[in-house]
Nanobody
Framework: QVQLVESGGGSVQPGGSLRLSCKVSDDSYNEYCMGWFRQFPGQERETVAVNSGLDGKTYYTDAVTGRFTISRDNAQNTLYLQMDSLKPEDTAIYYC?????????????????WGQGTQVTVSA
């Protein structure tokens, strides 16, 4: 059973940066879809960014485009989310997820392997 373990969340002031990490126990996912998703209190989970391990194609939701960067280190079986210029409205629980496909859907419900989540809080 593949395991995804997130780390790197925490509290930061507006304008600050954080880098989230997601360690994957199965290195075969290096060639498949992986992504970052977030959930605001009382709201449905939403997609932040997804990335194809096959061709590197990446999608970002409009709210984070230009501020967040998704990347992988296949040698470490780790997915990253570099978050810069953070805003209070980025405050949420962030999850990484994986899917054994090469064409990566944007819809979070399709992803079937999930980490436990990590809290990101942006406040003054």
């Amino acid at each position: 059973q593949v395991q995804l373990v997130e780390s790197g969340g925490g509290s930061v002031q507006p304008g600050g940066s954080l880098r989230l990490s997601c360690k994957v126990s199965d290195d075969s996912y290096n060639e498949y879809c992986m992504g970052w998703f977030r959930q605001f209190p009382g709201q449905e989970r939403e997609t932040v960014a997804v990335n194809s391990g096959l061709d590197g194609k990446t999608y970002y939701t409009d709210a984070v485009t230009g501020r967040f960067t998704i990347s992988r280190d296949n040698a470490q079986n780790t997915l990253y989310l570099q978050m810069d210029s953070l805003k209070p409205e980025d405050t949420a629980i962030y999850y990484c997820a994986a899917l054994r496909r090469w064409i990566c859907p944007r819809e979070y419900r399709v992803y079937d392997k999930w980490g436990q989540g990590t809290q990101v809080t942006v406040s003054a």
